[in-house]
């Protein structure tokens, strides 16, 4: 018998289909570079909690069945004990709690998650908690308690594992939670158990899902989800009135939204869309050379990789910075990588980026806000280095947003509804791209960095690897210099 997991389970709460398939058609899963870190450092996270309750004793038992006969034996023969990884079985159900208490005939209930004490994931967590009470408390026991164990923000490298978490009991919503939950388990089960696939809801929630077709035989290619910001509300109204194509989608429906008007407009003729040429030309002329075009990396974790730093604090490590001088100018790259990110380098950082920025009288990055932060937030890290500390401050003040540019301007089918830098690129400039790196997107880069620091790497691997880093990172700026080229060429014609 395959017992009903807790990710089955709030999968099917999210939607039905995605939840049989999670129980009836699992698939390997194969982790990026990311997920296997965070992966690992969820598990890293669970263990340090265990610091919390210091007489704690581990159910290491895998399979579920005799998991939950352990822990019914240990809790009925004390009074007072706590257990890390417990199994409960209730039916077609299984959870395991990550800790649970018993004081008297009364257990509390706690859930470790790794991110930020008060983060907006807050909720969710609510929810995973409330599964677990329900299935505990359905195998006979009474929760008299349930608490988020959290990461807190005030931790810093090096304090005693005890001050990493924060917990918040979160009994009340739990216990208003946990009255539908155990509403929706009957239900559940008879779907989940059931050889037959449910059928699906079109709607906002399958705007991501890889199933789309398989549901409802629609392709999202050219279909309402690729009209950015349209939001759950507006897209559930138009799909309930029967419209999902945009070839399909009267144009009013849309208001007078320029970014929806002209995503709609694109989509549906198949071409490249230019709104207010003048404006953009007007913009684009009146920069002023040299351009730098930059780009960084940032690394954070939950366990902080430098004195100083909080969990989750992003540091960066790395740049690359293409600089032309004019028009019509040679192009010239700058780039900077830790030597050894088992030591914090960000001052070095710094001096390097300052020095090459020197000559640079305006700055362009994709959503450059991201850019314009790192430089204030080294601004503030270095302020005891006034001069150092001003001139980055200075260097924040001179972006120009190419993501902007773009958006407030044209739209290409090819772009599917996004403006991610990755979208851009193959779909105006031709013969420039990631294709054939090992390493394809900031979130892979920033945890092989952190793969680095933590000394995960065999040394003849470093070599190899620092070279994949700085080649992605020049392919982020050579995609801006690519990106502003062909608007400066679309703008004049």
Known sequence: MRLITKKMFLEYDYCPV??????????????????????????????????????????????PFEASFITERIIGD?????????????GDFVSRADVVRKEGEELDVFEVKSSLAGSSNTKDYIRDLSYTVSVVE???????KACLIMISRMYRKGDDDRKLFEIIDVTGEVSEQK???????????AVLTSTLIPSGLLGYKCRDCEHLRRCFGLERKQSIFELPRLGADKTDALIEKGYFYLEELPQEALGDKPLLQRVFRGAKSG?????????????????????????????ASVIPLYDGLAPYEGIPYQYSLHIRREASGVLEHREFLYDDPSRDESLLLAERLVEDLKDCRTLMAHHASVERNILRWL?????????????????????????????????HPDFGGSFSIKKLLPALVEGVGYEGLFI???????????????GNYRESEIEKIRRDMLEYCKMDTLAMVEIHKFLCDLSSE
């Open 18 to 63: 995605r939840g049989w398939i999670e129980r009836n058609e699992p698939r390997e899963f194969r982790p990026t570079i990311a997920e296997d870190f965070r992966m690992k450092e969820g598990l890293d996270v669970g263990r340090r909690a265990r610091s919390l309750f210091p007489e704690g004793i581990l159910i290491e038992e895998p399979d």
């Open 440 to 454: 394809h997107n900031g979130d892979d880069a920033r945890y092989v960095f952190v793969n680095m620091a933590l």
């Open 379 to 411: 601004s503030n890290r270095y302020k005891d280095f006034p001069e150092l500390s001003e001139q980055l401050i200075s260097f924040s003040e001179i972006f120009v947003d190419s993501e902007l540019l773009v958006k407030n301007h044209i739209y």
């Open 271 to 299: 071409r490249l869309v230019l709104d207010e040429p003048e404006e953009l030309r007007e913009k684009l002329n009146s920069l002023k050379y040299p351009i730098g075009y930059l780009d960084f990396e940032t690394a």
């Open 179 to 189: 009255i539908e939950i155990k509403a929706k388990l009957e239900s559940a089960s």
């Open 138 to 144: 359905n195998s006979g026991y009474r929760v008299k």
């Open 78 to 90: 004390r009074r007072s004990v706590t257990l890390f990884e417990p199994a409960f079985i209730s």
